[in-house]
């Protein structure tokens, strides 16, 4: 029986045979013209400079450029801009743009335009706040020069406009980009290769973006955010698929084209379809992280904190989050991302070999902890944080922690950890995230290695020594610089645990055998993915 | 009878109040910072209060609700936190599914339990009327969630003769729209069948034992049109009030049952908002289902003339 | 919720309720035994919730292993000998999972329906009897009952942290109005009665009437319809707890089961079978067992259904 004579017979409702597997609407060329993506979350508000969610930017990079991009080695390359050049003073920047950009609207990309949006996002970025407190002036010159002056020498300019850490650098028009940087904007107009469809915009449940026709690639291969972002569809859309199983059958039925994160238990079914092609999303990865408020009991004391380390085994916690595919996760006893040039493993020895829950509880008992509540505050609707969570609550039950484990979702973890209070008081213990490997590769981009006491990251560690060792990376001269800095970072972090990493893990993609294209890459990234 | 719809009316207007009260008051005492979310993973916490601040989350309590009902009145549900799009948008963007999923289980729901129920009373005391019966206790029983995914399992990966999930607009054609409901209407549509025809059983139960029915039956009228035509009509008002009563049922029951199949309807925005502390986006949609709810309620109480004409106002 | 809606609450709006007539206060009827035999369906709802109330009394004794125990290391096994539900995704073993969740659907169904009883009895009887609270409550109850149960479980559940107890609550809230609208409609046409009457007449004082007269006869449909609130109320925690918003995770109920292995279904499909056959079945005990009681406390009722 198929499937059109189960529904003339059965349920009753006396049908015509119409029932095809589902009428398409678009003929068969239109379909292919169209890329379904399913994405890792909901996109919930489309402001990339006011809300950071990874999402957000992910949809963002379709819609607006950046004057530079990472490439593939994480080197920023001129996108918008024609090229960047600096005093020998090293405190005049000039950038000048392609010309002909246009945005959305028909209008041209001005240098006022760069002006404003550059002063909207280094309002948010931890890297453009570092660059306005030093500015001195950002002007346009003529229409299609940026001039940024700035008090002291920032050498890494170049990494601030490019990188795809959010919030990155995207431009705006003006009248957009004059938005307060802490309201949302509700235009969304850029000079992207694609253009966002306000219209059909049902969040939640879907987004869609149209190419632009007048979008002016550069003549160099594209890689990652740099290079010509050539679109070879007419139409993506995001459909928003929040339960993983829906999403699994959905790509395995064709209805959808492109799955950026499946979860690890469903791939061994995934590879049994033929037509589906699954592949690592992101091989910079991410890092999970066990965050510990430095300012309350008990993980004030630094002996709490490292009983912790002792009996964290980070092969529990990569186990909960991506199954049994032992591919996919490395152990991380350090802060950076593994196989990027700065990672080192330099005082993470306690990370390290078997675990060692006697020494866990004799540092505890060291720590003078008087089984006072550890208020534990897990996500449940992002599941990096909830497997991590449940991880976190056995263990620090077994380390003899009096464990206070408070269920919530994503958003009142945000708010949660913003308290300074003591527990019992609104306040909290210790909080799970994640994040990209992308954002742990220097501590420019990566504030929460950050350990400057109240302006640090939540959980705001004070440790001296790493400050130091962040200052000696800004002023390092080359590489070995560099690393001999990073270096004392991690010593200092990882003795004085300025977090707990809980393992460096990557993700898996899915997309159909008819797409071709698909990049491993820090986000999905749309050029050059064609679909027959 | 006009003085008493328009009474009818009104007295609505109290029910609705409190509602708004209620739900107004819930979200404002409630914990969670929508700031916090919108700031993302690398704010600080200046930046969330900034955020907090521009978006007004820190007047006080008369201020922001005597500005919510005066904005609603105008026909503004406000501004959805997250996506900057108004309530009214996002709710309008979402009627057409979970209304197409209402409608279905309903016409499926009434469809298949009336006549359940006028056989099981007229076969009153057989294996026919345990049959029916056991299966209400069962629609009863078995939560919509763990029937949605029973008949997933079934009917969409092993048998693949129908789609696991999604919805497909009205637009699009009424066999691929048909074909995405089928499965969520009826695993939403398990309790009602089973509320319906027990109230319909059990309401015929009755009428046929009255003497009007002897009566037509002395009279030589046929079986089927004594079911159909006398009894059922004078049944019709209990078991009408039970459908609308049900409407409450079916509004919880899709918040579950669109979750489930991946509908983009109202009730996973409900869902999803209330994940996510959007207090407008909640407000509205709390408010939304509670009006539908007295408003199908109040035109059931408009129809009893109509089914009754014993009943005068 | 399912349940709490049954017809046997219904409020008719607009047309005058149909109110109950006196009833007959419950008395133990002489041959237990031979009662249940002829209704056997009653028996075999009693006798089924009476085992999935051991179970959730001896979970520790049932071969069971520490709930919450993880073990990454073997992690979504199949049932076998060694683990007869198989274990999740964390290595937890799903037998004594389900077994210990079925402590929370007890403890919630019963402490809701126990709760919701007392609160709405008191509300019933204070509205039935004081005049100017009458319009006052109904108001607010007729608010509180047009925002669906279930969404105002969940709206309640958004306002705290998960925990058990706090489930309770908002589920108790969300039953109350059905409550106070049956114990209200009751008190209202026992009023009427000449016996009552005579009693006022008589100068009894107000707590001696609802004492003496009033709440005998509210016991049996009270009775009643706390069992079907306690069926709801064990769906309608497995319903939050499955969305998101109930019984905190590392508490295994059978919802939270259900949920974490919600992902899994296709390819793990026991995770969700077992805690949902055991809730369903637990929920049909009870509703048989309440239409058993229906049937013996309130012959009207079981007359019109």
């Not at chain 2, 909640?282 to 709810?293: A, M």
């Amino acid at each position: 029986m198929d499937r059109r004579t189960l529904i003339k017979a059965g349920a009753g409702l006396g049908l015509a045979g119409h029932f095809g597997l589902s009428a398409p609407a678009y003929s068969q060329g239109a379909a292919a013209r169209t890329l379904k993506f399913v994405p890792q979350a909901n996109l919930a508000n489309f402001d990339p400079i006011w809300g950071t969610q990874y999402v957000v930017r992910n949809a963002a990079a379709l819609v607006w450029d950046t004057l530079f991009g990472f490439d593939e080695h994480l080197v920023p390359k001129p996108q918008m801009a024609e090229g960047a050049s600096v005093s020998a003073d090293g405190l005049t920047w000039t950038i000048k743009l392609r010309a002909g950009l246009k945005f959305h609207d028909g209008s041209t990309v001005n240098a006022k335009d760069v002006v404003a949006s550059l002063t909207r996002w280094s309002a948010r970025d931890s890297m453009g706040q570092m660059i306005k407190a030093i500015q001195q002036e950002l002007v346009a010159v003529d229409d299609l020069t940026v001039r940024w002056v700035l008090k002291r020498p920032y050498p890494k300019m170049l990494m601030a406009l490019g990188k795809n850490s959010t919030p990155m650098a995207f431009i705006m028009p003006e009248r957009i980009a004059k938005t307060d940087p802490f309201k949302q904007i509700d235009e969304y107009i850029g000079s992207g290769p694609m253009r966002f469809v306000k219209d059909e915009w049902v969040p939640g449940a879907k987004a869609v973006f149209a190419k632009f026709a007048d979008y002016k690639p550069r003549q160099e291969p594209n890689s990652w955010l740099s290079g010509g972002k050539h679109i070879m569809v007419d139409r993506i859309e995001w459909i928003v698929m929040p339960d993983p199983a829906t999403a699994s059958a959905a790509l395995q039925n064709g209805e959808v084209d492109w799955w950026e994160n499946p979860i690890t238990d469903l791939v061994p079914q995934l590879r049994r379809n033929r037509n589906v092609r699954v592949d690592i999303a992101d091989p910079l990865g991410n890092i999970g992280t066990f965050r510990m408020n430095h300012l309350t009991t008990p993980f004030n004391s630094v002996k709490a904190r490292q009983a912790v380390l002792a009996a964290l085994s980070q092969e529990d916690y990569m186990r909960a989050l991506v199954g049994d595919d032992n591919a996919l996760w490395k152990h991380c006893p350090g802060f950076f991302t593994p196989g990027t040039p700065l990672y080192t493993e330099e005082g993470g020895d306690l990370l390290k070999g078997p675990r060692n829950m006697d020494l866990a509880k004799r540092l505890l008992a060291e720590s003078g902890y008087a089984g006072t509540p550890v208020t534990c505050v897990v996500a449940q609707d992002q599941p990096i944080t909830k497997a991590q969570g449940d991880v976190t609550a056995d263990l620090l039950k077994r380390i003899g922690f009096n464990v206070d484990y408070v269920a919530t979702d994503w958003g009142t973890t945000g708010q949660r950890r913003a308290m300074k209070n003591p527990v019992g008081q609104g306040g909290w213990s210790m909080f799970h995230s994640w994040h990209a490997g992308a954002d742990c590769i220097n501590p420019a981009v990566y504030i929460a290695c950050r350990a400057n006491g109240d302006a640090a990251w939540f959980g705001w560690p004070n440790i001296p020594a790493v400050e130091t060792a962040v200052t000696e990376w800004f002023e390092a001269p080359n590489l070995d610089a560099e690393k001999a800095a990073i270096r004392n970072l991690n010593r200092a972090g990882m003795e004085n645990v300025t977090y707990a990493p809980t393992g460096f893990f990557l993700q898996y993609q899915a997309w159909r055998s008819n797409v071709s294209g698909v990049v491993k890459g820090p986000l999905p990234f749309f050029w050059g993915v064609s679909k027959t | 009878m006009f003085a008493y719809i328009i009474r009818r009316i009104l007295a609505t207007i109290p029910v609705m109040a409190v509602v708004a009260l209620f739900v107004f008051s819930l979200l404002y005492i409630a914990p969670g910072d929508p700031a916090a979310v919108i700031a993302g993973d690398q704010a600080t916490p200046a930046d969330v209060e900034r955020i907090r601040q521009s978006l007004g989350l820190d007047r006080p309590y008369l201020v922001r609700f005597g500005e919510w009902v005066w904005n609603i009145l105008n026909g503004d549900m406000g501004v959805s936190i997250f996506t900057n799009l108004p309530v009214t948008t996002m709710i309008k963007q979402r009627v057409e599914p979970t209304l197409s999923l209402m409608v279905l289980t309903l016409i499926l729901a009434v469809s298949i339990a009336v006549p359940m129920g006028v056989v099981a009373a007229w076969k009153h005391g057989t294996w026919i009327d345990r049959c029916v019966m056991g299966f209400a206790v069962l629609g009863f029983s078995v939560p919509v969630f763990v029937v949605g995914y029973v008949l997933a399992y079934i009917f969409a990966l092993e048998l693949d003769w129908l789609p696991v999930q999604g919805y497909t607009a009205f637009k699009e054609g009424f066999f691929p729209w048909l074909e995405n409901l089928v499965l969520p209407a009826i695993a939403l549509g398990g309790v009602y069948i089973a509320l319906i025809a027990r109230i319909t059983r059990a309401t015929m139960l009755e009428v046929l034992q009255q003497d009007y029915i002897r009566t037509a039956r002395a009279k030589g009228v046929g079986q089927r049109s004594i079911l159909f035509l006398h009894a059922l009509k004078n049944a019709a008002v209990p078991i009408v009030t039970v459908i609308g009563i049900g409407m409450a049922l079916l509004i919880g029951g899709a918040v579950v049952t669109e979750s489930v199949f991946a509908i983009p309807g109202l009730g996973r925005l409900t869902v999803d908002a209330i994940l996510r502390r959007d207090y407008p986006v909640i407000q509205g949609v709390v408010l939304l289902f509670s009006f539908v709810y007295v408003l199908v309620n109040l035109l059931i109480d408009l129809l009893y003339t109509l089914f009754d004409p014993r009943i005068r106002y | 919720m399912s349940a709490s809606s049954l017809p046997s609450t219904v409020h008719v709006p607009a047309i005058a309720a149909p109110l109950p007539d006196v009833l007959p206060p419950f008395k133990p009827r002489r041959g237990f035994i031979g009662y249940l035999r002829k209704n056997p369906i009653m028996a075999f709802g009693g006798a089924l919730l009476l085992t999935m109330l051991c179970i959730a009394i001896f979970a520790p004794y049932l071969w069971t292993v520490d709930p919450t125990s993880l073990a990454p290391a073997r992690r979504t096994r199949e049932p076998s000998a060694m683990y007869w539900f198989g274990t999740d995704m964390l290595g937890r073993d799903v037998y004594s999972r389900v077994l210990y969740g079925a402590r929370v659907s007890m403890l919630v169904g019963f402490s809701v329906a126990i709760l919701s009883s007392i609160i709405g009895l008191t509300i019933g009887l204070t509205s039935g009897f004081v005049r100017w609270a009458d319009a006052i409550v109904m108001r607010i109850m007729d608010g509180m009952m047009s925002i669906p149960p279930i969404l105002l479980a969940i709206a309640l559940m958004a306002l705290t942290r998960g925990s058990v107890q706090n489930v309770i609550i908002a589920i108790t809230i969300a039953e109350i109005p059905r409550v106070s609208r049956l114990v209200r409609g009751v008190v209202l046409s026992l009023r009427e009665q000449p016996y009552v009457d005579a009693a006022v007449a008589c100068g009894t004082r107000t707590p001696t009437i609802i004492w003496r007269h009033i709440l005998p006869n509210t016991l049996a449909p009270i009775t009643v319809q706390a069992t079907y609130i306690c069926a709801s109320a064990m769906i309608t925690e497995a319903i939050l707890s499955f969305i998101g918003a109930g019984t905190p995770p590392i508490i295994p109920s059978w919802g939270n089961i259900m949920a974490e292995g919600r992902a899994l279904w296709q390819v793990k499909p026991y995770i969700v079978f077992f805690p949902a056959v055991f809730l369903s079945m637990t929920v049909l005990a009870v509703n048989l067992l309440g239409d058993g009681l229906r049937d013996a406390l309130d012959p009207r009722m079981a007359k019109r259904l």
